[in-house]
């Protein structure tokens, strides 16, 4: 498996859609973490995004997944970075071989 930061933009004009989603979206997450695949999530304190740290076996299996995502589907994020991430020391260091 491979983690990814995946760092989600959240624009003015999409607003509304995050507070329609956000539910929905929450819940997808919690059923993610129960899986294991989403390993930790959270808005920045600012409210201009969100970081979520997934386990999956490749970034095309990994933008499947986030297309599932009820807050991106959406429209509620407005930018999109992922990063491959190779955490060696604490807690999410045992999720790499």
Not at 54 to 75: C, K, V, W, Y
């Amino acid at each position: 498996m491979t983690i990814f930061a995946v760092e989600y933009v959240y624009g003015p004009e999409a607003e509304d859609a995050r507070t329609e989603h956000r539910p929905k979206h929450r819940d997808w997450l919690a059923a993610q973490a129960d899986a294991e695949v989403v390993l930790a999530s959270g808005p920045y304190a600012d409210g201009a995004g969100a970081l979520l740290i997934f386990n999956a076996p490749d970034e095309a299996t990994l933008h499947e997944i986030l297309r599932q995502d009820p807050m991106s589907a959406g429209g509620g994020v407005t930018g999109l970075k992922v990063s491959e991430w190779k955490p060696v020391i604490g807690q999410l260091s045992k999720y790499l071989p």
